[in-house]
């Protein structure tokens, strides 16, 4: 695909992502917008996603994000939706559904398409990395899109740590370090760096984790009373569940946080044995083998037996005795 001759003869292009956008899903569309209003600069081109966590606002053109969904366009000639299926697009879903052309670019396995025009590739590292793939004439590409798209790439391979990172993925990222940005604070600004807050809310699922399956699961949960108390919103809790997965010996590791009474964002994490997208996806969410998640309804307790069931019978398809 190359995404210029997709969109060139449109006069208002849209962008979105899924709700709760990660960084790479804020990577690939603000990489992707500062790209087009580059080389599309008579379309009205408008980004729509929720409000992004601030340690994001060193991408440029951040502020131009429609966070409320409204547009004065109507039905948009192109809709881009990134990262994800339309179902969780949130307030831009609507817009999506009216576009006269859809595209979609996403590498979640559970993607089948949802666009006219689709680009999905699972074995992908990022949707930065396929926003990157898709622009043709790399040259048109600036150092503030550049540095968007790398930023959505160290977030989804764990600074090129996870299995999802590939000799392509490390061609990209040297392709786009070359453009001249500080690589190596934007990591340490966006990824590693946390609040107190995010380093206090850290510390309490970290304390109040359980080890099951003889020490092969872990699971931790954040209620809203304690959201409340440390005033924590839900993109302070970026990170838990992968901190949980580094505990020794742990092959599948659970975080969830509540959004409303019965109700939990999961994140799962597996070291390798575990699909996890296969375990979200039974649960009407979706993801990828090392990494996923879904929203789920019951107490805490259930949910954790309902997520153990599929866990355990993959471990035990493993050899693993659980």
């Known amino acids: 695909m190359n995404i210029y001759e997709e969109v060139k003869d449109a006069g208002s292009i849209g962008i979105g992502g899924h709700i709760r956008p990660d960084g790479d899903c804020i990577g690939a569309a603000m990489g992707l917008y500062l790209y087009l209003k580059?080389?599309?600069?008579?379309?009205?081109?408008?980004?729509?996603?929720?409000?992004?966590?601030d340690v994001f606002s060193c991408i440029s053109g951040i502020d131009d994000i429609h966070t409320d969904f409204a547009s004065e366009v109507g039905a948009f000639d192109v809709f881009i939706a990134l990262d994800t299926v339309k179902e969780r697009m949130g307030g831009a879903e609507q817009y999506f559904d009216e576009a006269k052309k859809r595209i979609n670019i996403d590498h979640h396995i559970s993607n089948k398409g949802c666009g006219d025009v689709n680009y999905i590739v699972t074995d992908a590292s990022?949707?930065?990395?396929?926003?990157?793939?898709?622009?043709?004439?790399?040259?048109?590409?600036?150092?503030?899109?550049?540095?968007?798209?790398?930023i959505g790439m160290v977030h989804d391979t764990g600074v090129f740590q996870y299995s999802n990172t590939s000799p392509k993925t490390l061609r990209t990222a040297a392709e786009l370090i070359a453009y001249g940005f500080d690589f190596s604070r934007l990591i340490e600004e966006t990824f590693y760096e946390k609040t107190y807050v995010q380093n206090q809310i850290l510390g309490r699922a970290l304390l109040e984790s359980i080890m099951f399956m003889d020490g092969k699961c872990v699971v931790?949960?954040?209620?809203?009373?304690?959201?409340?108390?440390y005033r924590a919103q839900p993109h302070d809790l970026e990170g838990i569940v992968n901190q949980l997965?580094?505990?020794?010996?742990?092959?599948?590791?659970?975080?969830?946080?509540?959004?409303?009474?019965?109700?939990?964002?999961?994140?799962?994490?597996?070291?390798?044995?575990?699909?996890?997208?296969?375990?979200?996806?039974?649960?009407?969410?979706?993801?990828?083998?090392?990494?996923?998640?879904?929203?789920?309804?019951?107490?805490?307790?259930?949910?954790?037996?309902?997520?153990?069931n599929q866990i355990a019978a993959q471990l035990r398809t493993a050899g693993k005795n659980v």
């Open 38 to 53: 580059k080389v599309c600069p008579a379309a009205c081109i408008q980004v729509m996603l929720e409000k992004p966590a």
């Open 126 to 150: 990022s949707t930065s990395e396929l926003v990157y793939d898709v622009i043709g004439d790399k040259s048109l590409l600036d150092k503030e899109a550049a540095k968007a798209l790398y």
């Open 245 to 308: 997965r580094n505990t020794k010996g742990v092959e599948c590791a659970i975080f969830m946080y509540q959004t409303d009474i019965l109700r939990y964002k999961v994140s799962l994490r597996s070291n390798g044995i575990v699909d996890v997208a296969k375990v979200a996806m039974f649960f009407g969410g979706g993801g990828h083998k090392r990494a996923a998640g879904a929203d789920m309804q019951g107490t805490f307790h259930d949910i954790v037996n309902n997520l153990s």
């Open 220 to 229: 931790s949960m954040v209620d809203k009373k304690t959201m409340g108390f």
